[in-house]
């Protein structure tokens, strides 16, 4: 039985000497006589451990972004059917059609009624194709506000779980308004007369990820990324090639892991993770989720509207001002 977190088809080049360990645990572990080996298994493990909080205290951002990506690692519909109670799916943006790239519905979070939003990957090959791989369409942001301002008319907070590479960039999403459908739902989302909270999951790109994640408070889980393009794509841009190199200098000169965002001011927290990432350990993650998602709606259930739409008009303002010094100086 493959031990939870592990992916042939997918392996973390960094975590190699962490897998040799694991490949001698699970030996042991497999034998008949595995009793015997006690206390080689606990020196293992402590060894295992140890390597493991020494790898993942020091991570580069391209790493982090190959973490956010593991095919493992937990999604949406994953976190949904951990936290969440008494779903109830919602479809459709009564203009178009239904985008299955974003998932929308009624849900119970621990004691909290909210209504839930979330982007979907898919798990399987024939899921990712469905789901555009998490690339939303226009429909899927109408879909969300559309969503979103039923929560409003109805008192309840709203819940998003941002987890996609970009919104989708084909020639029909263009001519349905892709842009406009983004730019509205920033718009509607500053100005809703309900509690928000947003956590970037696993990847936070441009605006598809920002489609959701205008809120009263936003997090990223410790090993997610957020930023206004993929490596890849800034590699591309800067050096006319996206490899291993320069998507490693790109990732660096985005500062889009979660304790940079922090640092910026882009982010309010970040959400631990299970040693060795939230594939390893999906239900302790979702569990750190759960917690931080229910104890900021009861923080946010005590403010009244108009003080949670000029909060959140006020937190955005100010990302990105800053003061010049020196033309002060001079004047």
Excluded at 208 to 216: E, H, T, Y
């Amino acid at each position: 039985m493959p031990r939870p977190g592990y992916s042939p088809l997918y392996q973390l080049d960094f975590e190699n000497p962490v897998l040799e360990i694991e490949r001698q645990i699970d030996a042991i572990e497999e034998r008949p006589d595995a009793d015997r080996y006690a206390s080689e298994l606990a020196q293992l493990n402590a060894t295992r451990e140890s390597l493991l909080q020494k790898i993942y205290e020091d991570l580069k951002p391209w790493q982090t972004v190959r973490i956010a990506r593991h095919p493992l690692r937990p999604q949406t519909v994953d976190y949904m059917s951990m936290i969440c109670r008494d779903f109830c799916e919602l479809h459709g943006d009564r203009a178009f059609g239904d985008d299955p790239a974003i998932v929308t519905g009624f849900a119970r979070i621990g004691s909290m009624k909210c209504m839930f939003i979330g982007h979907h990957k898919g798990k399987t090959v024939a899921e990712k194709v469905a789901a555009h791989f998490g690339c939303a369409h226009p429909e899927g942001y109408r879909k969300a506000l559309l969503k979103m301002k039923l929560a409003e008319k109805l008192g309840l907070p709203i819940v998003t779980l941002v987890d996609t590479p970009g919104a989708y960039p084909g020639l029909g999403s263009e001519q349905r308004g892709q842009a406009q459908a983004i730019a509205l739902n920033l718009l509607e989302m500053s100005r809703l007369r309900t509690p928000i909270v947003s956590v970037v999951i696993g990847e936070g790109g441009s605006g598809g990820a920002l489609g959701i994640a205008v809120a009263d408070r936003v997090a990223m889980l410790e090993h997610a990324w957020y930023s206004v393009i993929s490596p890849e794509g800034c590699a591309a841009i800067l050096w006319k090639e996206a490899n291993e190199s320069t998507n490693s200098r790109a990732a660096e000169c985005l500062a889009l892991t979660a304790r940079r965002n922090l640092e910026n001011g882009l982010i309010d927290e970040v959400i631990p993770e299970p040693l060795g990432g939230a594939h390893r350990d999906p239900r302790k993650a979702a569990d750190h989720l759960q917690n931080w998602i229910v104890d900021r709606l009861r923080e946010l259930s005590r403010v009244n509207p108009e003080s949670l739409v000029r909060q959140r008009l006020e937190k955005f303002r100010k990302m990105g001002a800053f003061r010049d010094e020196m033309a002060t100086a001079s004047a």
